[in-house]
């Protein structure tokens, strides 16, 4: 097994958890972390479609399966944020921002040949974006309690450091693929799941945190 | 030129290296702020205390000061004209043209009211707390309450007594003097019973075996208002005030002070 399966499997098992908490807890958790669960659960999907793909087509990974997991994730944290936020301008913000993202997704899919490694940078600045703007909405309301102690915290802190660091490898993903040798993309993408790991390990914080608190317990002021 | 494999590698480390310390230097920033924020408010908090403590005890000791220029007053002049009212109706009396019994009647009424007026001014600040301190004043107030009421008020002191300053002495026994009022007034008991024990902390407690009352209960004229200046004033002086809950029988009240 090589590095990049061995923590494929491993960030794989991070997205099982993170369902698993989230559905086990389904009435517990605050609308925002059900919309995570439901993450987790497209994420399941799309990687265990690309499982089967991958022992179908024997060994050959199809890229259309992870660029739909690409809009999948953007719109589902997207919504994340926009029921953690629960306020109109934010709403009416993120909805144009995901709209935004799917024609500019549509678009680089279609007439740009290295459009798969422009849609994941986008992403991730979307991403990285959402969670600064979560941060400064905390900041504003200074909510009385410790921050550490807010699932939604957590979320944002999850998200500003998974995308930060996948920003780069999504940056040159089709110089990468293009000029290197497979086994030195193998070795990157190999880190990128154990940075999709580590997110997933956060994210069931979150959740944990959150069914402490109770729905809607900690995430509206 | 493209660059070689090794320097892509170290320019991809450096750059996502940069990407996850600037995460790291927003969230930490996030956390440190919030906590800034969260320590300013209770600062701000602390200080809106402070000033409304100032407040309330400058005020306390604006009303100590009116109740003793009053008492002043009502002793030195208004006492001293019924003295002198008192004689020039004793002189009058020894008239022969004059009714006997409207004299007497005149004199007794006299009396009383010079009793009365002694009374309010001690009530209003009662010169021993200055001269013998507080254990002498809540003495003798006991006393004086148990004749006028006829409820005993037993004042029992435990332990070495020490001085308190003024400030400290004037509250307590105005606490004091208000727990007795409303155990005489609410609290149907037979016996209040008053104690004093001295320690690394003062302890004072006001008991009864009356009806009792809900300190919960926020409607009750116990639990309202009295109780929260009781409480105020407890405060300003670095004392507790509580009623004890688990009380079966009537009302006990505790102040604590640490000495």
């Not at chain 1, 995308?163 to 089709?174: N, P, R």
């Not at chain 2, 006991?142 to 004749?147: A, D, G, H, M």
């Not at chain 2, 300190?215 to 116990?222: I, Y």
């Amino acid at each position: 097994m090589t590095f990049q399966t061995a923590t494929s499997h491993i960030q794989f098992a991070g997205s099982i958890l993170l369902a698993f908490l989230c559905f086990r807890n389904y009435t517990r958790i605050s609308l925002p972390i059900k919309v995570l669960g439901y993450y987790s659960l497209s994420s399941i999907v799309f990687q265990s479609a690309q499982i089967i793909v991958i022992a179908i087509n024997k060994k050959q990974y199809l890229n259309q399966i992870g660029d739909g997991f690409v809009l999948a994730e953007t719109v589902m944290l997207s919504m994340v944020f926009l029921f953690a936020f629960n306020q109109r301008i934010a709403t009416r913000t993120i909805i144009f921002l995901i709209v935004a993202y799917t024609l500019f997704y549509a678009g680089q899919l279609m007439f740009n040949e290295n459009g798969y490694s422009v849609v994941r940078s986008g992403r991730d600045i979307l991403m990285i974006a959402l969670a600064i703007g979560y941060f400064y909405y905390l900041i504003k309301k200074q909510p009385e309690k410790d921050l550490l102690k807010f699932s939604m915290f957590w979320v944002s802190a999850g998200v500003i450091f998974y995308f930060s660091g996948t920003f780069i490898l999504s940056l040159f993903l089709s110089y990468l693929t293009k000029a290197s040798a497979p086994k030195f993309v193998a070795a990157l993408w190999g880190i990128r799941n154990l940075f999709r790991l580590a997110f997933c390990l956060v994210l069931s914080h979150a959740v944990l945190l959150d069914i402490k608190k109770g729905a809607y317990g900690t995430n509206t002021f | 030129m493209e660059p070689t494999l090794s320097e892509f590698t170290i320019l991809f480390s450096i750059a996502t290296g940069g990407m996850l310390l600037l995460a790291f230097a927003i969230v930490f920033f996030v956390i440190f702020y919030q906590k800034k924020m969260l320590q300013a408010r209770l600062h701000q908090q602390q200080m809106e205390t402070e000033f409304q403590q100032k407040m309330l005890l400058a005020s306390l000791e604006s009303q100590e000061s009116e109740r003793q220029r009053l008492a002043g007053e009502l002793h030195d002049s208004i006492g001293a004209m019924l003295s002198t009212i008192r004689l020039s109706v004793l002189s009058l009396s020894r008239n022969e043209g004059l009714n006997k019994e409207s004299v007497e009647q005149t004199k007794k009424m006299i009396d009383d009211t010079i009793d009365s007026v002694r009374r309010i001014s001690r009530d209003l600040m009662p010169s021993i707390l200055e001269k013998f301190g507080l254990m002498h004043a809540i003495t003798e107030m006991c006393q004086q309450y148990t004749t006028v009421s006829g409820i005993p008020i037993p004042f029992t002191k435990n332990g070495e007594g020490k001085s308190l300053d003024k400030a400290k002495e004037i509250m307590l026994f105005r606490l004091v003097q208000e727990l007795i009022n409303n155990a005489m007034k609410h609290s149907q008991g037979t016996v209040i019973n008053v104690s004093a024990t001295w320690g690394n902390q003062l302890i004072i407690i006001v008991e009864d075996d009356g009806i009792g009352f809900n300190a919960d209960e926020k409607n009750t004229s116990l639990s309202g208002l009295g109780l929260f200046n009781m409480q105020n004033r407890a405060r300003i002086i670095g004392a507790e005030f509580s009623y004890a809950p688990e009380w079966q029988k009537g009302t006990r009240a505790i102040i604590t002070l640490p000495l």
